[in-house]
């Protein structure tokens, strides 16, 4: 329960600093976000500019994200789409809500930090398991059948909102998105670094018990090794697991309800041979 409380908060905390970075350095500057906040920041603009119609970036980006919904409760999991619906409401009441106030006038500040807050929020959303919505969850669809770091397949998909940007503001305002498209994905990998491969080694005195509690939750191969304490002459388990770095915080849970006392080494895999199964 604990834990669901605290991955709440973070997809709530998420969805309000992707709020802050639009109206306070995007919509401003005519800079556009990445992914479907972008495309829905792109279609309120020109719905105002070319009509007398007004509708909210927070209404229509909601309103985009109803389809891909379906996208990840079918391919990614449930628990997965409802927080992900939680981040789309909370984007749409923080856009709602929050004023559209320039924090400053200088475009190249605005596309950098615009691009750096939004994407902590994407980042830390993304780090426990849950997504903004919209591009978010196309993403991670694809980096989950391609085991490839998630902010290239943002780079690559957000290329039509650049060209977009090129076309209905202007090429100088196109490429300022470029620069808050490159920022975010990179802060993105830095934090959502879900193909980074790490070994951990955990000594325990429920091997047994432990191996079973892992394999419940995560579909991993581990190995295990027959040990004995220095000191005490105790005989141990090791148990030895090569995963992603997104899988580390559900395999702490695991070790810290099975086995509080267990000790655990966490190491950098330089690289790996062999088969190794793409998360799900």
């Given at each position: 329960?604990?834990?669901?409380?605290k991955i709440?908060?973070?997809?709530?905390?998420?969805?309000?600093?992707?709020?802050?970075?639009?109206?306070?350095?995007?919509?401003p500057?005519?800079?556009?976000?990445?992914?479907?906040?972008?495309?829905?920041?792109?279609?309120?603009?020109v719905?105002?500019?070319?009509?007398?119609?007004?509708?909210?970036?927070?209404?229509?980006?909601f309103?985009?994200?109803?389809?891909?919904a379906?996208?990840?409760?079918?391919?990614?999991?449930?628990?997965?789409?409802?927080?992900?619906?939680?981040?789309?409401?909370?984007?749409?009441?923080?856009?709602?809500?929050?004023?559209?106030?320039a924090l400053?006038?200088?475009?190249?500040?605005?596309?950098?930090?615009?691009?750096?807050?939004?994407?902590?929020?994407?980042?830390?959303?993304?780090?426990?398991?849950?997504s903004?919505?919209?591009?978010?969850?196309?993403?991670?669809?694809?980096s989950?059948?391609?085991?490839?770091?998630?902010?290239?397949?943002f780079?690559?998909l957000?290329?039509?909102?650049?060209?977009?940007?090129?076309?209905?503001?202007?090429?100088?305002?196109?490429?300022?998105?470029?620069v808050?498209?490159?920022?975010s994905?990179?802060?993105?990998?830095?934090?959502?670094?879900?193909?980074?491969?790490?070994?951990?080694?955990?000594?325990?005195?429920?091997?047994?018990?432990?191996?079973?509690?892992?394999?419940?939750h995560?579909?991993?191969?581990?190995?295990r090794?027959?040990?004995?304490?220095?000191?005490?002459?105790?005989?141990?388990?090791?148990?030895?697991?090569?995963i992603t770095?997104?899988?580390?915080y559900?395999?702490?849970?695991?070790?810290?309800?099975?086995?509080?006392?267990?000790?655990?080494?966490?190491?950098?895999?330089?690289?790996?041979?062999?088969?190794?199964?793409p998360?799900?």
């Open positions: 329960m604990y834990n669901e409380v709440t908060c973070i997809v709530i905390i998420g969805a309000i600093l992707n709020g802050i970075a639009m109206n306070f350095f995007l919509i500057a005519h800079v556009l976000s990445s992914g479907f906040m972008g495309v829905a920041q792109l279609v309120s603009t719905i105002h500019e070319y009509t007398s119609i007004s509708i909210g970036t927070g209404i229509l980006l309103l985009f994200n109803i389809p891909v379906y996208i990840a409760w079918t391919r990614v999991g449930r628990r997965f789409t409802l927080y992900s619906i939680l981040s789309v409401v909370v984007s749409m009441i923080v856009l709602t809500l929050l004023p559209i106030h400053t006038d200088n475009i190249i500040l605005n596309a950098v930090f615009g691009g750096v807050v939004s994407a902590l929020g994407v980042g830390i959303t993304l780090r426990y398991g849950a903004t919505g919209g591009m978010d969850i196309i993403a991670m669809v694809l989950r059948m391609k085991d490839k770091p998630i902010g290239g397949y780079l690559v957000n290329g039509l909102i650049v060209i977009a940007a090129g076309f209905f503001f202007g090429w100088e305002k196109a490429l300022f998105t470029l808050t498209l490159y920022v994905s990179r802060v993105i990998d830095s934090i959502h670094t879900r193909h980074a491969k790490v070994t951990a080694m955990i000594i325990t005195d429920k091997g047994t018990e432990l191996s079973k509690a892992i394999h419940n995560m579909v991993r191969g581990i190995t090794i027959a040990a004995k304490g220095a000191f005490t002459e105790k005989d141990k388990d090791l148990l030895m697991i090569v770095r997104y899988e580390l559900s395999l702490e849970q695991i070790i810290k309800t099975t086995d509080p006392h267990a000790f655990t080494n966490i190491v950098e895999t330089a690289g790996i041979f062999g088969f190794f199964r998360s799900d």
